[in-house]
């Protein structure tokens, strides 16, 4: 049984589809993840890496970007606005 | 096999209604009492709760006049007061005259003139009566699904929305648009992010041209309020549910509007005219979004919501779909679909948009919404200006 949706193959975050606790296998709905486990807990309908991602690199999620990373992040790690952040409409 | 009529009322004008409501227009926030008692007196009168006009821009003054006179020719709305005071900036004749130009009734009483608030009262109810009392004698008939304008809105989201809730909604869409319907996406500053998925399904250049402009204003707008764009976009209660940042906000709320190409771009309140996916230009402020989707002429508005929002409107039929399981159990009672069964493999995509289209059918021929049934009646304008 899944606990993670990936939207689209091409995605560097899932989705966890249960409230998943740290150091929890991540279980994907698609076959070309394995062996990520979360580093924190991940609540409900939040994101997860599965991939390494890089400090200003755009993460991935419906196959397109959904912002930029603030610092690296490793997979398994909780992302959410204290890691990822808009490039959009905010103040120049 | 997919229904493809419903019963409604058929209008003078070749339009279709879905409920037979008397508006209550105050043309300012003085004599929105006197309207407020009126609607509240009579069965059936529904109150436009408008607070403006009065020391107004005129570019606001003017979207006033057009978007309330739009609702007094919806096709939803069999008669209409204007409810004057008599001194406001706002002018109530020109409106009447405008809201005159439909098929309903159109009665304009101000309360200087009728000498105060207690004789518009009885005499605002006594012709919200008559008009109520002409309207019995209308009889639903079978009028094809083409006749309907379905606004697409959501609200409250969470990560659910995107998952489940938005992507019934767009199979609901594309069946709506399969039988020649209007379908009318809209929230602007929710889709920064997702302009690349609109302009690859414009139906022309123009439109693709549209919707570029759009969505470039209103972030030049947003960025020259020089506020931080958090908190706003996404909201408070977004970011609790998983969502982060715009981008991911307006990638999930695009798939509200399913497959089709955009054949429309619409300024807010603009009628929609085209058959298939319009866009229309309001502020994701969800009670203002949805008052602008109604004056496009949607007799009814289906709303997507992973956090739980219970919001209706003054003369449409507000339907609500959530795809979050847990909300589903704990605020069930102000939602009407659960699409949480996508999610947890129950029933697929298509299932529920299906289920959707049915259920819409069912509150276009007369059943309420829960929204309805619970007395819902928002109506909340955009504000273009200052208030002087």
Partial sequence: MSNTLVIHPGDSVG?????????????????????????????????????????????????????????????????????????????? | MIADSFQGYQRADGSVGVRNLVAVIPTCGCAQHAAARIASLVDGAALLNYTGGCGETEGDIALATDLLAQYARHPNVIGTLVVSLGCETLNAHLLAEKAGKGTAPVELLTIQELGGTARTVTRGVELAHQMRRRAERLNRVACPVASLTIGLECGGSDATSGMAANPAMGAFSD???????????????????????????????????????????????????????????????????????????????????????????????????????????????????????????????????GRGNPMGNAIAPVVKVTGNARTWARMGSDIDLDASTIISGQESVEEVGERLYELVLRVSSGMPSIAETLGHEEFSMLRLGPIY
């Fill in chain 2, 175 to 305: 069946l709506m648009v399969a039988q020649g319907a209007r379908v009318v996406l809209a929230e602007t500053s929710e889709l920064l992010g997702a302009e690349h998925i609109m302009l690859d399904r414009a139906a022309n250049p123009a439109v693709a041209r549209e919707l570029m402009e759009t969505v470039q204003s209103c972030e030049r707008w947003l960025k020259a309020t020089g506020e931080d764009f958090m908190g706003k976009q996404p909201s408070p209660g977004n970011v609790r549910g998983g969502i982060s940042t715009v981008e991911e906000k307006a990638l999930g709320d695009v798939l509200k509007g399913g497959h089709s190409p955009f054949v429309q771009v619409l300024k807010y309140g603009q009628r929609a005219t085209v058959a298939g996916l319009s866009f229309m230009d309001t502020p994701g402020n969800d009670p203002a979004s949805v008052t602008g989707l109604v004056a496009a002429g949607c007799q009814v508005v289906t709303f997507t919501t």
């Fill in chain 1, 15 to 92: 989705v966890a589809l249960h409230d998943l606790q740290a150091g929890a296998e991540v279980e994907p709905t698609c076959d070309h993840v394995t062996g990520v486990v979360t580093r924190q807990a991940i609540p409900f309908g939040h994101k997860v890496a599965l991939v390494s991602i890089r400090d200003g690199e755009q993460i991935i999620k419906y196959g397109a970007s959904i912002g930029v990373a603030e610092g690296d992040i490793a997979p398994g790690e909780h992302v959410h606005v204290h890691n990822l952040r808009s490039v959009r409409g905010a103040a120049q």
